[in-house]
T-cell receptor, first 110, second 116 residues
Framework: AQSVTQLDSHVSVSEGTPVLLRCNYSSSYSPSLFWYVQHPNKGLQLLLKYTSAATLVKGINGFEAEFKKSETSFHLTKPSAHMSDAAEYFCVVSGGDMRFGAGTRLTVKP | EAGVAQSPRYKIIEKRQSVAFWCNPISGHATLYWYQQILGQGPKLLIQFQNNGVVDDSQLPKDRFSAERLKGVDSTLKIQPAKLEDSAVYLC??????????????FGEGSRLTVL
């Protein structure tokens, strides 16, 4: 069985400061991992994905994530937050079906 | 390229009534998913189709939920009779990748159901 745990339900940062959204995964084999973003009243959108190639994955809007097998983590980062980054972020593990984490709500203060 | 279309966007019903949601995936996408997203939670997979066959419906409450994907294109999700705990956003997603390979999912905007 596979699952993901998003360690923070809510993260608040100031505009221009770094963002860190944490995700740990559990999988009995090498997983594929994704980050999706959900803006209010909008559909879920893929930010980035890891599928056993480079461990540092770059996504859209300046986000990136690093796959660390030894720590079973796939944390999402961005060097400088923008107001438009305020949204709900979901970490997803896939081994056939897609299992979503509970989500982290990112708030960006001016 | 047109995205995943869902309707209706909003629906309010009384408990024990029935409701149906419709989804039209991106053209050419073989795999279609229905997810349930309860407020404050991540989406939960209800059912996965590949073409017109069911791949996974292990989390679908089959006593009240049903789904079909006739002709392997659009899909309908039905709830009958609805319960209060069915209040959620029902998300449809499609994927170009067939089988069990991991692929990007393209989501519709969802259908928000309120059961009173």
């Amino acid at each position: 069985a596979q699952s993901v745990t998003q360690l923070d339900s809510h993260v608040s940062v100031s505009e221009g400061t770094p963002v860190l959204l944490r995700c740990n995964y559990s999988s009995s084999y090498s997983p594929s991992l994704f980050w999706y973003v959900q803006h209010p009243n909008k559909g879920l959108q893929l930010l980035l994905k890891y599928t056993s190639a480079a461990t540092l994955v770059k996504g859209i809007n300046g986000f990136e994530a690093e796959f660390k097998k030894s720590e079973t983590s796939f944390h999402l980062t961005k060097p400088s937050a923008h107001m438009s980054d305020a949204a709900e972020y979901f970490c997803v593990v896939s081994g056939g079906d897609m299992r979503f984490g509970a989500g982290t709500r990112l708030t960006v203060k001016p | 390229e047109a995205g995943v279309a869902q309707s209706p966007r909003y629906k309010i019903i009384e408990k024990r009534q029935s409701v149906a949601f419709w989804c039209n995936p991106i053209s050419g996408h073989a795999t279609l998913y229905w997810y349930q997203q309860i407020l404050g939670q991540g989406p939960k997979l209800l059912i996965q189709f590949q073409n017109n066959g069911v791949v996974d419906d292990s989390q679908l409450p089959k006593d009240r939920f049903s789904a079909e994907r006739l002709k392997g294109v659009d899909s309908t999700l039905k709830i009958q009779p609805a319960k209060l705990e069915d209040s959620a956003v029902y998300l449809c997603a499609s994927s170009l990748v067939e089988g069990t390979e991991a692929g990007e999912l393209f989501f519709g905007e969802g259908s928000r159901l309120t059961v009173l």
